[in-house]
Nanobody
Framework: QVQLVESGGGLVQPGGSLRLSCAAS????????PEWYRQAPGKERELVAG???????NYADSVKGRCTISRDNAKNTVYLQMNSLKPEDTAVYYC?????????????WGQGTQVTVSS
């Protein structure tokens, strides 16, 4: 069984920083098209950032310049560094990726990690 597990969320004051991690477990060859999404209460899930196998990145306009997505292929882990956090960044953050295994490729979501930005 393969899965994605997010960690690193928590309560932070406005202007603070957090680094989210998304670790893939199981017999995985590679993680394809990893992305971070978030969902705030009463709102639809939205794309925050993505990174290709070649390292190209894309960001939502709302986080551009404040967030950095990165990946460690050796650890099968994807990160989201978030700086200058704002109350409107409060949401559950989800990792999404296609996990390539010996039995096939699986589009997988993590369980989410809560980020709360409040004074």
């Amino acid at each position: 069984q393969v899965q994605l597990v997010e960690s690193g969320g928590g309560l932070v004051q406005p202007g603070g920083s957090l680094r989210l991690s998304c670790a893939a477990s199981g017999s995985i060859f590679s993680i394809n098209i990893p992305e971070w999404y978030r969902q705030a209460p009463g709102k639809e899930r939205e794309l925050v950032a993505g990174i290709t196998s070649g390292g190209q990145t894309n960001y939502a306009d709302s986080v551009k310049g404040r967030c950095t997505i990165s990946r460690d292929n050796a650890k099968n882990t994807v990160y989201l560094q978030m700086n200058s956090l704002k109350p409107e960044d409060t949401a559950v953050y989800y990792c999404n990726a296609v996990l390539v295994t010996t039995t096939g490729s699986y589009h997988t979501w993590g369980q989410g990690t809560q980020v709360t930005v409040s004074s």
